[in-house]
Structures are given as structure tokens and as C-alpha cells.
């Protein structure tokens, strides 16, 4: 793509950014205890005596959660590293029941991939991931129930967590816009993390430098906590490189800090110096042995992985003959791109992308239905562009159809038949209507004859307007033409 | 008539199976012996009343023949173990108030064998000590003692004061570096530290994680067996619990010791060890030899760093384990001025006493960025060390026979002991190496000094090998003839 940077009257500047993502493991228990993941349950309903650090309970590693992050670390064309280690990152805080975090350090579970983003130019760029390891959620402070008392609530407290770490690959915010919506994608598809940002399932954390445009340093970088939104992240990136770069050209430098991201300004403010970043003391967690995984394990997955985004829109693009653009937007969630296969086996694919990407997306829209609850079904929709296809009805005609579809789920043919819409082909009938239109014309014929041949769109109109839309508009057309012309 | 507290648990057993005494009363005499034995101060919390409803329970067991292994026998339970409903404090302010609503897994297995609970006893705070004396409530006091109150040893030392002094038929114990071993030695008794995975920890407050196994403190050999193989077994909810099957423990006391060979590890026997001790060392293996037992010197040549390792490991995974008593969910809570930070410092500092804040800075220190590697990574180096050594003496050797404590019980209070903890920690130096390499040893009582103070004898096995432990104990208990209490 065309490199971002930013211009000041100074000079020119460029970002580098890397990503940190927690992702909350789909999974039916916790990662170190049998408790429920239940999301929004009465506070306090889903937690154990091991979740809530009670003396002597020890954490017992879910296997669910291993093959998700198993699975993940697939999607992420990295790595799955065969030995693994669980450490202790240690902290005090209310809602870390055991003041220890049980995470992978030295030893994670997956190693070095990559993600292919797609950009608005159409380009393709990997992000390459550092590193992703699985690790455990802390639980809920409430601080706004009472003036005087802190809330806590540890239904969140153990559930399972994959942290993924970026390499500082980022050059713009549109590129880490891209990434997050193609991890989100990778993680629905799979079905390891449903990914979203504002329930808190996918939370990031941003880390920005800047540099004079071209050069290869890595200045000092600042991390902005939790941002939550594919919109606030990219914000977030462009307007903490703008107060960088303020700093670099008045002279000053920028501090290694922990920076949170203010929502309602856009911009990002100070919370913790580097002096003040915590001591984690990292040690090897003694209560849980390191964890060792078999190639005939790792490949058991590997046989069960399901076609990734990228892959299908490949197959789309290339089988299918779907423009990238299409076969992109079509594929970016598994329920779309299925419903799509399904509309698309036996008929016109490319129409039925067409019929997707316009009409059937806007109607979605405008009811707010996701996919999975539309009133049209594959099949329907299918049927419909077979409808057109074979010239059983016109285009126009089927936007009708496809409206009435859409309010009553019935099936196009049945519309059709009922309706009475189905294509006038038979030539003598058409001739007819036309023979009445050149009548009724006399002063437009004329004009034609006189060399005004653009008149021709108008008695292929009125006739077809004639018709109510049923006349074929191509041997309407045709015939026009030959009538006029003798 | 004889009194029945003094039988072994193996007596006990006979003799309820017997009808010569019942369940109720024999824990009904424990009862009568915990309250004359009040200034031993073994028991923190004591739970009679429910002990003499499960007795009944044992009783009708008996009567209809569904008795089980330990059915009637009354325990002491070492107050570090989780007990459904029953106050559990560690031994520490912090959780002097703390009821668990679970049972840890072993005390779960004795319950499920028929054993009665008479009450929690006292220990180190958090198992953290050699002595007893860094208890919340006060030290026990060794039954031993004569003219001045001795220590009974630490950590267990409730457990061991407790058998001595017959207030309960036999007790559960934990040993993070000698804390069953070391009390069982100064109170004549035998105690046995499994191999490290051979009992679960779910419901054993934490020290060190990776050193912590439970194990009995009884009277004999026998019963040691007896106790091991109801506490024992794999627990899918400790995943560093192992599963390889418990063999039948008593089945080896009546074994042969002709042709094994015992290690004597040279390094043991510094210049300077006291004369009494290295007298018994040497009579215990000419008892083992004139049975047959070939002996042979061997070495371990880390075992100088095995203090230093393990006095950087455990108070490193301490720090971490104690972390969660912060005043916020159970335990103790100091006031605060409504800062987080604030109700911490005042929970804990007030919670712990000295000796476990004392841990918890060391531990601190050695994980904190900058001093990790220099301490906790090369103990961790050196661990593997010590280990290594063991094995590769284990090639030449099927056991291995050292003191266990380089001294008897010492005074309450002892000045030398207080003025400077590392003299105290030094009374772990034939201990620890034990709990780092995650081997099975026992102590056994081989006689008396001439104050009147009971020496103990360790024996070393291979892993998951208690079975040529029991053996050989067996054999040089019963040429010991150690006179109880």
C-alpha cells in the first residue's frame, strides 16, 4: 500500500507498532478448575475453591483449552511448540484471588507465525506474531456501587486466556485495523474465541514508537492498556505517534510509560512510569508439570482443521471466479461464507455473490438480522438467481421477488407462479405490445427514422413498462430494433 | 488394666476387631489423655464430641462387619491440613479463624478408611521451622523433657508431641525439609516422608510446593505402614501427584535384608559430628550387617549446597503460596485507611509472625528481577544436582542409612537457636537434600543419649521404593529395642 507517515512542518515520521491480545478461550470450564466460563451470570455463581484461592487448592490444567490454543496457534500459521511451562507472574491485586497469575513465560505454547492482512488497496501484508501463550483471567473489581466499598466479582477469575504477541510489524493503523479484524475472522472460524472487543472476550494492548521516516531505529515505545475497539486502536496509534513526534521535534524525549487510551478525547494520558512497572518475579508454576504435546497429537488437530479464511476466499477467487473483493468481504465470517456456498451449489456464483454483496446484505441491514436469521435462505436466494439465469424472470422483476422473499421466507418459484411474474418469451405476444407502442408513437417513430436512434431505449421502456416488466428485455430488444429499422 | 492408649494402632486394631474395647472407648481414653496432657499444648483445635460420634459410627461397623482398614483408630490430624468443618489455622494468626468447607484429599482417604479425628495439631506457623516455636499459638512441648520444657521439633511437632505422649494413636505430618523426620527423631518416634507425588496435596496448605509431601508420625514401623497406605495413592486434582500403583506396605516388614546394600554417605560424617550420634550411626549398621546386609560408603558430593538450595527454593515458592492471605476473601483482616496497599501491609504484617515474614522477604528477594538467576535459577541448577547424586548412588546402593538430625531436642527458647536462624536452619542438614532430590525417607528411634534423649536413624529409598524402607526399618527397629515413652 501507499506508505502511511506522518508530515509535519519539520519533517517526515513513521510508526512502528506492535500488538498484544488477550483472548478469551471458548471453552465449557475454566482453564484451571471445573467451574463454568458462563458469561453474565449473577456475580460470584461460577467460581471454585481453586478459582478463589482457597489454601490448598491446586489448579489442574483443562485439556479443552490446550486444543483451542492448539488450534489458534494452527490458524496462526506459527509454531506449536512440543514442550510448554506454566509460570507464576506475581502482583497483588482484589480480584487476583491467589496475588499470583498462572501464564506461560519462558516456554509458550506456540511459537513464531504469521497473519496475512488484507488492505484497502487491495494489497496483502503478513504481521508476524512473536509469540502466543495461554495463561488464566483475573475477575471483576467493581468500583461504582459505593462511595465507600470495592466490589468483586470472580466469575471471570480463571477462565482461559491466549495472549497473542505481535512482532512490531505495523507501519500504519489501518494495518493493525486489518489485523484485528482478520485475527477476529481466524478465531470465529475456528471456533477458539468469539472475539469481541466490547463484551471484553478480545481486549488489546497497543504498543507505538515512532522514527524519522526511512530510518531503522526502534525509539522507546509507549503501551496504551485495553483498548477496546478496532476504531479506538487505530485512533489510538495515530494519536499517540502525533504526541511522540510533538515531543521528539520540541526538543524533549519519550519516557517508557503505560498509557490508557481515553475514549471520549481520542487521545491517551499517562498511568504508570517504567520505574513504577511492577516486579512480576516469574518463576515456573511448582503445582502444575511443564506440558508436553505428541506430533501424533499436534497432527490429530491438524487433520481436523477446518478451511481458514484465506484459504476459502483462494478457492472463491479461483473456482468460483469471485473478485477478491467480494470473495474477501464474503469469506471474513464463517457464517457468510457458508451461507454463500450454500446459495451458490448448482447456480451462478458470481450472480449470487452480486446478489449478496447488494440487495441481500442491505436487507440484512435494515432489519438488523445477522445472517443466521435471515428470512431468505440459501436455497431461496439460489433459486432466485436460477430464476434470472434460465430468463424466467427479468433483474427488476427479481428485486420484487426478492422483497417479497424477505418479508415472507417463501421460495421464488412458488412467488413467481403465484404472483403471475414469470417472463414474457413468446415473440408474438411481445410484437404485439410493441405494434401498439409505435402506434400509439407516431411522432417518436418518426424521430427515429430521422437518425434520433437513441429513442430506441424509450420504446424498449414503454414496452417493457407495458409488459408490467414481464417481456424478456433482451427479445424486447431485439424486436424493437427490428420493427423500428423496417 | 492395661492401658490402651499405649497400644500401636496395629494392636488397636486387633483389639477392636477383638471386642476387648470399643471404638467409643478408646477414644474416650484418648480424650481423658489429651485433657491431662494439656501442657504439651499438641493440639490447637480438638474435636471430641465429633470424634466420639464417628467412633459410634465404628462401633456399629464392627458389630455389623463392615469395618474398614482404620475403622475406630483416633488420629491427630497436623493442623496444615484442610478438615471439612473444622477450624484449620496452619498455625497462623492469618487463619485463626478459617474454617475449610472441603477436605483435603488424604484426610479424606483416612476418613473413608474408618480413622476417628480428635482434633488439629500444633505446628511451626505454615510448617516454617524446626522447633514448634514459630507457632501463633505457642510451642508444643516435648514429652522428653525433663527438668526444662524441650522443643519436640519442627514442624510436626504437635503431631510427634502428641503420639509421644499417647493423645492420639498415631498423626498425619508434612515434611518440606525434614518437618515430619526431624520431630519423629526428638520424640522417639518413627515418621515416614513418602516420595514427592506418592500423596496428594489438594487440601494441604501450600509452603513449598514442590517439596511438600504428607506422610505419618506414629509409634512404629508397622504403623507407619499401616498409615502410608491409607494416605497414599494418585488424586487427579494434584497434578504433581503420581500415578503408579501403592503396593501392600506391611507386606515387607517381615522381608529380608541378606544381600541388600546400604549406603552410608561419607559425606554425612563431617569432622566434628557429635561422638553419641556417630556411636549409634555405626551400631545401627552393624545391626543391619549381621543380618546380612552388605554395607558400602558412597557419595554425595553436592550435599554441602543442599541447605543453601533449599533455603532459596522453599522460601521463594512460600513467598508465592502465601501471597493469597491478604485479608480479602477469608483469614484475618487488619483495618486499613481504605487504600488496598494499606489493608495488605497491615493484614500481613500483623497475620504472619517473624520467622514466615522473614521467609516471605528472602523468597521475594530471590525471584526479584536481577537476583533471579544468581539465586533461584542456580538452586534450581544445584537441586538437580543433588538428585543426580542420589541416583547415581542409588546404582550402587539399595538404601541408605544417615542420622536424621545432627542433635536431640533442644530447650525451649534456646538462645543460640533464636539469636541467629541459620543455626537453626542447620538442623535441617541431613534432611533437606531428602526433600530436593523428591526421595521417600523415614526415621526410626535407634536409642537414647546420655541425657536421655531420643537419636534418631534415617533411611533413604529409591523413588516409589518405601517398600525396602519398610523393610530395613523393620529389621533395625526390632534390634534397637527403643523404649517408648
Known amino acids: 500500500m501507499t506508505a502511511y507517515c506522518i508530515e509535519t512542518a519539520k519533517g517526515k515520521w513513521e510508526v512502528v507498532v506492535g500488538l498484544e491480545i488477550h483472548c478469551q478461550i471458548i471453552s465449557k470450564s475454566k482453564i484451571f478448575s471445573g467451574a463454568s466460563t458462563e458469561f453474565g451470570d449473577d456475580p460470584n455463581v461460577n467460581v471454585s475453591f481453586i478459582d478463589a484461592g482457597m489454601p490448598g487448592m491446586l489448579p489442574t490444567l483443562n485439556k479443552e483449552c490446550v486444543r483451542q490454543a492448539v488450534k489458534t496457534g494452527l490458524g496462526l500459521n506459527a509454531v506449536i511448540n512440543k514442550y510448554s511451562e506454566f509460570s507464576r507472574k506475581n502482583y497483588f491485586y482484589a480480584d487476583m484471588p491467589t496475588d499470583y497469575q498462572i501464564t506461560q513465560f519462558r516456554y509458550p505454547i506456540v511459537g513464531e507465525g504469521f497473519i496475512s492482512v488484507d488492505l484497502s488497496d487491495g494489497s496483502t501484508k503478513n504481521i508476524g506474531i512473536e509469540r502466543m501463550h495461554i495463561e488464566q483471567d483475573a475477575g471483576k473489581s467493581i468500583h461504582d456501587l459505593s462511595p465507600t466499598k470495592s466490589f468483586i466479582d470472580l466469575n471471570r477469575a480463571g477462565v482461559g486466556l491466549m495472549e497473542i504477541v505481535t512482532k512490531p510489524d505495523f507501519r500504519a493503523p489501518e494495518e493493525a485495523g486489518a489485523f484485528l479484524r482478520k485475527l477476529r475472522s481466524i478465531l470465529r472460524y475456528l471456533g477458539t474465541c468469539d472475539g469481541n472487543m466490547d463484551e471484553g472476550s478480545m481486549r488489546c494492548d497497543v504498543n507505538v514508537s515512532v522514527r524519522p521516516y526511512g530510518s531503522d531505529e526502534l525509539r522507546t515505545r509507549c503501551e496504551m492498556k485495553n483498548v477496546n475497539s478496532v476504531k479506538f486502536v487505530m485512533q489510538a496509534i495515530e494519536n499517540e505517534a502525533k504526541r511522540q513526534i510533538e515531543a521528539y521535534e520540541s526538543g524533549g524525549t519519550v519516557e517508557q510509560e503505560t498509557r490508557q487510551f481515553d475514549q471520549t478525547t481520542g487521545l491517551t494520558r499517562m498511568m504508570r512510569k517504567k520505574e513504577f512497572a511492577h516486579d512480576y518475579r516469574y518463576f515456573p508454576e511448582p503445582d502444575l508439570p511443564p506440558l508436553v504435546l505428541t506430533d501424533e497429537y499436534i497432527n490429530g488437530i491438524k487433520a481436523e482443521m477446518i478451511e481458514l479464511p484465506d484459504a476459502k476466499k483462494q478457492r472463491f477467487i479461483e473456482t468460483l471466479g469471485l473478485t477478491p473483493y467480494d470473495a474477501m468481504v464474503i469469506c471474513e465470517n464463517k457464517e457468510t461464507a457458508d451461507f454463500f456456498e450454500k446459495a451458490a451449489a448448482g447456480h451462478d456464483a458470481k450472480k449470487v455473490a452480486n446478489w449478496m454483496m447488494s440487495d441481500f446484505f442491505a436487507m440484512l441491514n435494515k432489519k438488523h438480522l445477522d445472517i443466521q436469521n435471515s428470512p431468505v435462505t440459501p436455497e431461496n436466494l439460489g433459486a432466485l438467481v436460477e430464476l434470472i439465469t434460465k430468463d424466467v424472470i427479468s433483474g427488476k422483476i427479481a428485486k420484487d421477488v426478492f ?17 403471475g411474474l414469470k417472463q414474457v418469451t413468446d415473440t408474438g405476444a411481445i410484437e404485439a405490445i410493441i405494434d401498439e407502442v409505435i402506434k400509439a408513437n407516431p411522432a417518436n417513430v418518426e424521430a427515429y427514422k430521422n437518425g434520433k436512434t437513441n429513442l430506441m431505449g424509450w420504446f424498449v421502456g414503454q414496452t417493457l413498462k407495458m409488459s408490467q416488466g414481464k417481456a424478456n428485455p433482451s427479445i424486447v430488444n431485439k424486436l424493437v430494433k427490428q420493427k423500428l429499422d423496417n | 488394666m492395661t492401658d490402651i492408649t499405649k497400644l500401636t494402632v496395629y494392636e488397636q486394631l486387633n483389639g477392636l476387631k477383638k471386642k476387648d474395647f470399643t471404638a467409643v472407648e478408646l477414644t474416650i481414653a484418648y480424650a481423658k489423655k489429651m485433657d491431662e496432657g494439656r501442657k504439651y499444648n499438641a493440639y490447637i483445635t480438638e474435636c471430641v464430641d465429633q470424634a466420639i460420634d464417628q467412633a459410634k459410627d465404628s462401633d456399629y461397623r464392627y458389630a455389623n ?27 497462623s494468626h492469618i487463619l485463626d479463624n478459617f474454617i475449610p468447607p472441603y477436605e483435603s484429599t488424604v484426610t479424606q482417604h483416612l476418613l473413608d478408611d474408618g480413622a476417628v479425628f480428635l482434633g488439629k495439631l500444633n505446628l511451626d506457623e ?10 501463633y499459638f505457642g510451642p508444643a512441648i516435648n514429652p522428653w523433657s525433663k527438668d526444662k520444657d524441650l522443643v519436640p521439633g519442627g514442624s510436626s511437632g504437635g503431631s510427634a508431641a502428641a503420639v509421644a505422649a499417647h493423645m492420639c494413636s498415631a498423626a498425619t505430618g508434612t515434611d518440606t525439609g525434614g518437618s515430619i523426620r526431624e520431630p519423629a527423631a526428638f520424640c522417639g518416634l518413627t515418621g515416614i516422608k513418602p516420595t514427592y507425588g506418592r500423596c496428594s496435596r489438594y487440601g494441604i496448605v501450600a509452603f513449598a510446593s514442590s517439596l511438600d509431601q504428607a506422610g505419618p508420625i506414629a509409634q512404629d514401623v508397622r504403623d507407619c505402614a499401616l498409615l502410608l497406605q491409607s494416605m497414599s495413592g494418585f488424586d487427579a486434582k494434584d497434578s504433581t501427584s503420581v500415578d503408579i500403583a501403592v503396593p501392600d506396605y506391611t507386606g515387607f516388614l517381615n522381608g529380608d535384608i541378606k544381600g541388600l546394600t546400604i549406603g552410608l554417605p561419607k559425606e554425612y560424617r563431617p569432622e566434628g559430628l557429635n561422638p553419641e550420634i556417630a556411636a549409634y550411626w555405626d551400631k545401627a549398621t552393624e545391626y543391619l550387617k549381621a543380618r546380612g546386609a552388605n554395607v558400602k560408603e558412597i557419595s554425595l558430593p553436592h550435599t554441602k549446597y543442599a ?141 537414647l543419649s546420655e541425657n536421655g534423649l531420643p537419636f534418631g536413624m534415617q533411611l ?21 529395642k527403643f523404649e517408648r515413652k
Request: charge should be negative.
Open chain 1, 403 to 419: 422483497e417479497i422473499m424477505s418479508e415472507t421466507g417463501e421460495n421464488p418459484e412458488k412467488i413467481v407462479e403465484e404472483k
Open chain 2, 460 to 480: 533413604i529409598g529409591k523413588p516409589f521404593d518405601e517398600g525396602t524402607i519398610f523393610n530395613v526399618a523393620a529389621k533395625l527397629e526390632a534390634d534397637a
Open chain 2, 65 to 91: 462387619g463392615t469395618n474398614r482398614a482404620l475403622e475406630g483408630i483416633p488420629l491427630g490430624i497436623k493442623d496444615l491440613f484442610c478438615t471439612k468443618n473444622i477450624r484449620t489455622t496452619a498455625a
Open chain 2, 126 to 135: 505454615f510448617a516454617m521451622g524446626g522447633s514448634n516455636e514459630t507457632s
Open chain 2, 307 to 447: 541447605l543453601a538450595t533449599y533455603y532459596v527454593l522453599a522460601p521463594a515458592e512460600a513467598s508465592s503460596n502465601l501471597a493469597r492471605y491478604d485479608g480479602i476473601r477469608y483469614g484475618f483482616r487488619a483495618q486499613g485507611d481504605g487504600h488496598l496497599d494499606d489493608l495488605y501491609i497491615n493484614t500481613r504484617t500483623q497475620g504472619f509472625g517473624a520467622e514466615v515474614r522473614r521467609r516471605i522477604m528472602i523468597g521475594t528477594y530471590v525471584l526479584s528481577a536481577g537476583y533471579y538467576d544468581a539465586y533461584y535459577l542456580k538452586a534450581q541448577k544445584m537441586r538437580r544436582l543433588i538428585h543426580d547424586d542420589f541416583m547415581k548412588a542409588f546404582k550402587e546402593c539399595d538404601v541408605i542409612l544417615t542420622p536424621t538430625s545432627p542433635i536431640t531436642a533442644f530447650p525451649i527458647g534456646d538462645e543460640s537457636m533464636l539469636s541467629d536462624p541459620i543455626n537453626m536452619y542447620l538442623n535441617d542438614v541431613f534432611t533437606v537434600s531428602v526433600n530436593l532430590a523428591g526421595l521417600p525417607a523415614m526415621s526410626l528411634p535407634i536409642g
